[in-house]
């Protein structure tokens, strides 16, 4: 059965399409390798399944740059909140990388 939209006035129809842009974007967004998003937790729960420690480490990496090249694209996308939001998360994860690395030395 296909799906017909029955259009409400130019308005309505525009904020019910942003609506779903959002939705579906922060869904996407949210599966990201970077901690502490869902996808992050997933990637560290991937990686920990071999070596604990190790795999601790390789997954705040990921998170880092994948964080960091987010806030890139971002920023050459000229959205300044979701670089500031990304860049901060790469940070907090670098910070936590440096803590790990310096508890296991």
């Given at each position: 059965i296909p799906v017909r939209w029955v259009g409400?006035?130019?308005s309505l129809d525009l904020a019910i399409l942003y609506l779903l842009f959002v939705n579906i974007a922060w869904g996407?967004?949210?599966l990201l390798p970077i901690y502490p998003l869902d996808g992050g937790q997933i990637a560290r729960e991937l990686f920990t399944l071999g070596n604990a420690r190790k795999g601790i480490i390789q997954s705040l990496q990921l998170s880092a740059g994948a964080a960091a090249l987010v806030a890139v694209y971002a920023l050459?996308?000229?959205e300044i909140y979701l670089c500031i939001m990304f860049g901060l998360l790469a940070y907090g994860s670098f910070q936590t990388l440096?803590?790990?690395?310096d508890r296991w030395r």
């Amino acid at each position: 059965i296909p799906v017909r939209w029955v259009g409400f006035g130019s308005s309505l129809d525009l904020a019910i399409l942003y609506l779903l842009f959002v939705n579906i974007a922060w869904g996407l967004l949210n599966l990201l390798p970077i901690y502490p998003l869902d996808g992050g937790q997933i990637a560290r729960e991937l990686f920990t399944l071999g070596n604990a420690r190790k795999g601790i480490i390789q997954s705040l990496q990921l998170s880092a740059g994948a964080a960091a090249l987010v806030a890139v694209y971002a920023l050459s996308q000229k959205e300044i909140y979701l670089c500031i939001m990304f860049g901060l998360l790469a940070y907090g994860s670098f910070q936590t990388l440096q803590q790990y690395r310096d508890r296991w030395r």
